[in-house]
């Protein structure tokens, strides 16, 4: 069995990128289907949350859209080719709220990816820009 999988995510190294936490929430990551799935074995998939690997990002909405796009490619439809997810924009997940505001503060400030070394818009040591959601305090 020839698989192809992602040293860090242990997705496919078509999806890791896709995927990667530190780029996007569950929420924001595109939709994607067979090619980002495939591995070199030929007609060999891995769908739904194990397709995440170690990512915390997969939602069952992605799921679905995998399954449909996998199913197509096995039954020779062209139709694993296009993505027909359509998320909603609110109400997904709290990470999602969350993540969207970090990149909307790191806008206002001028940060970028290319920033050298520091966090130039990182909230100040010991400080936490959200509470953490479903924790109840003692």
Same mark, same amino acid.
């Given at each position: ?7 860090? %995510? ?14 996007? $929430? ?11 799935? =495939? ?5 060999y998939y891995v ?6 690997g170690r990512a915390?990002? %997969? ?15 096995? @039954?020779?439809?062209? =139709? *694993? ?13 709290? *990470?999602? @709220? =969350? %993540? ?22 990182? $909230?100040? =040591? ?9 924790? *109840? *305090?003692?």
């Amino acid at each position: 069995l020839r698989l192809d999988v992602h040293s860090v %995510f242990e997705s496919t190294y078509a999806l890791a990128p896709l995927i990667d936490p530190t780029v996007s $929430a569950c929420g924001t990551v595109p939709p994607h289907g067979v090619v980002q799935l =495939a591995h070199p074995e030929p007609d060999y998939y891995v769908v739904g949350m194990k397709s995440y690997g170690r990512a915390p990002t %997969f939602l069952l909405l992605t799921g679905y859209e995998q399954v449909r796009s996998v199913v197509c490619a096995l @039954t020779g439809d062209e =139709a *694993a080719l296009t993505t027909e997810l359509d998320l909603p924009d609110k109400g997904l997940c709290s *990470a999602c @709220t =969350a %993540f969207r505001e970090d990149r909307e503060r790191e806008a206002a400030c001028g940060c970028d990816d290319d920033s050298p070394g520091d966090d130039c818009c990182a $909230a100040p =040591a010991g400080e936490h820009t959200r509470e953490p959601q479903g924790v *109840a *305090a003692d």
